[in-house]
């Protein structure tokens, strides 16, 4: 089955306005003509200008979190509805350092995803292991269950895309053996046959994240399975970004 690929940049916390705004407009005009999509996820007070930046061009922008409820006394965070109405499409939920920095859980991430979907934003689900679970032989039951429990009921290839980034390659410049990412792809892929059913799960994208760089970007893109990237440090820099895009809209 075809399936688009997906590139998205996770900014992080970085960026200030005009830098944001620069890299923003530098991604939108060499994204043209490319064959894959492409999303920008910029820190939240971020998000106007990277609208504005891209204008009318096929460039989606998202979130980095988003709280499960739609209102509330809820100081800091921001609600899927509200990235919705600043003109978000998509919303990452379930992150590493979300899930480390702040403790979250399965069952957090997926009431998370619940009102992505409800504002009408595609969730970017992430899972992976840590190192020491991947040396103890759990890198597969530790994805199961962190898939398992963090899928929103409703989900759909249409609504949800799934982002495997083993904890350990994150910012490091360590990644997995070929191999092990296109076993990891399968066996997410499998999970989610049992969950969603087979013809979603052969139509759902499963991305790939942790130290993707351009140097390494056709080599992991061309894996069967794997339909895009999650990326960090290298979607600060437009040539870095724009050659990974270039490796996905090639596979």
Known sequence: MSRTPIVAGNWKMN???????????AVSAGADGLGCSVVLCPPAILISVVVGAVGERRIGVGGQDCHPNATGAHTGDISAGM??????GWVIVGHSERRTDHGETDAQVEVKASAALSAGLIAIVCVGETEAERDAGDADAVVERQVRGSLPDGASADTVVVAYEPVWAIGTGRTPTTDDIAAMHAHIRSILSDCLGGDAAAATRILYGGSVKPGNAEEIMALDGVDGALVGGASLKSDDFLAICRAASSR
């Open 15 to 25: 960026m200030h306005r005009n830098d944001g705004e620069a890299l923003a407009a």
């Open 83 to 88: 990235l919705a109405d600043a003109r978000c």
